[in-house]
């Protein structure tokens, strides 16, 4: 068995966390799914091994937990070159980002996990590292201010956003390398399970891990966390084993539906339907009405319920479609024709 096949001891386990690390691939070829990212991504790694210069700078965007993190460890790691990792809410100070820089070594890769949470004046040192390898520390306040020019070592930046939109263009332009990171589908979670389960040591019959994997929201690290929960439940209630039952009363107990929503997204679809008729509403109102941030709403729950055909965002705020009706177990209601759709609400506030 190879170094990275490495059977995770029962002793890590009591930490979820070291878990979730431990199941992270570490190499390009064992990472699973988004071929078109990997491919692309190979190709920049191996043209920029050939030259013998630190590649482009990558920005990954997608949904959490689809995988970000992990890709920018394996480049750095196909790459031979030191980590740092740090994120955009870290970083409050140019002066923050300046010491992060200026202590980077030769080919150092830098991740920025949710880069578009940076400071604006760390943001702005940031286009000037990026594209010169250079910045200027600014000492003293005032008409007295002096900028001191400052050489950093050629590094990559690997920044990860959940919201590529709210990336100023003048940041998004200077990464050579864009990578869109898609939900998963099935198969490739389920590929994603059966690795975990033999880095755990957990017999996972095929139907067992379809059945997680079709729970599993497109997303490996719901994946993996759901084959957790599956597995203690196994372990105390059937001997270990994960057939299809198993785990389906497993996730049931969690709260997690035949179709992957979990407690948030039922919320979500409960306060749309039964406060607001099935809207149109805005997002802060509906997030007002599940106790959540908007920001949670928007981009934990919304993009999973969009791509399930249970929610649309339009212009004047979210709608339920009938497939979310139904899926709630509730009648469309009907509207002054009698003809199925929602009525008009007086919670109509776009934003
Ligand atoms: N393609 C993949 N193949 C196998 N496992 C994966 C893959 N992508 C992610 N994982 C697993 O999912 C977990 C979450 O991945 P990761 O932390 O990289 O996500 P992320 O996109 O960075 O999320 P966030 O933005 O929330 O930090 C990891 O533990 C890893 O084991």
Do not use: C
Not at 129 to 156: C, H, N, Q, Y
């Amino acid at each position: 068995m190879s170094g990275r096949d490495e059977i995770v001891s029962p002793d890590a386990e009591g930490d979820e966390r070291a878990v979730e690390a431990a199941l992270r691939p570490k190499r390009l070829d064992e990472f699973v799914g988004q071929a078109r990212v990997r491919e692309q991504l190979s190709l920049v790694l191996q043209s920029a091994l050939r030259r013998n210069r630190p590649p482009d700078h990558v920005l990954m965007s997608g949904s959490p937990g689809l995988g970000k993190t992990t890709l920018a460890m394996i480049i750095a790691a196909e790459l031979g070159a030191p980590l740092r990792l740090t994120a955009g809410p870290a970083i409050e100070r140019a002066g923050d980002l300046a010491a992060i820089l200026s202590t980077l070594s030769e080919g150092e890769v830098l991740f920025i996990d949710e880069i578009h949470r940076m400071s604006r004046p760390a943001e702005e040192m940031l286009y000037m590292a990026m594209e010169d390898f250079r910045v200027d520390i600014v000492v003293g306040k005032g008409p007295g201010a002096t900028a001191i020019p400052l050489d950093i070592a050629p590094f990559t930046l690997v920044g990860a956003t959940t919201r590529a939109g709210l990336l100023p263009a003048p940041l998004r332009d200077r990464f050579g390398f864009v990578a869109h990171m898609e939900f998963y589908d099935v198969s490739e979670l389920e590929q994603v399970l059966r690795r975990s389960a033999r880095l755990l040591g957990v017999e996972l019959p095929d139907e067992g891990a379809h059945e997680i994997a079709r729970r599993s929201r497109g997303t490996p690290r719901i994946a993996n966390r759901l084959l957790r929960r599956v597995r203690d439940y196994a372990e105390v209630r059937s001997g270990g084993v994960i057939t299809r039952e198993t785990a389906a009363d497993a996730l049931s107990l969690y709260e997690v539906d035949g179709e992957g929503l979990d407690r948030l997204d039922r919320a979500v679809l409960d306060a749309l339907l039964r406060k607001f008729g099935g809207g149109p509403v805005g997002l802060s109102t509906l997030a007002i009405a599940v106790g959540e941030e908007p920001e949670t709403v928007e981009v934990v729950a919304e993009p999973f319920l969009v791509r399930q055909g249970l929610l649309a965002r339009t212009p004047r705020g979210r709608v339920a479609t009938a497939a979310a009706w139904a899926h709630m177990g509730m009648q469309v209601p009907l509207d002054a024709l009698g003809r199925p759709g929602s009525p008009p609400t007086l919670f109509d506030d776009p934003e």
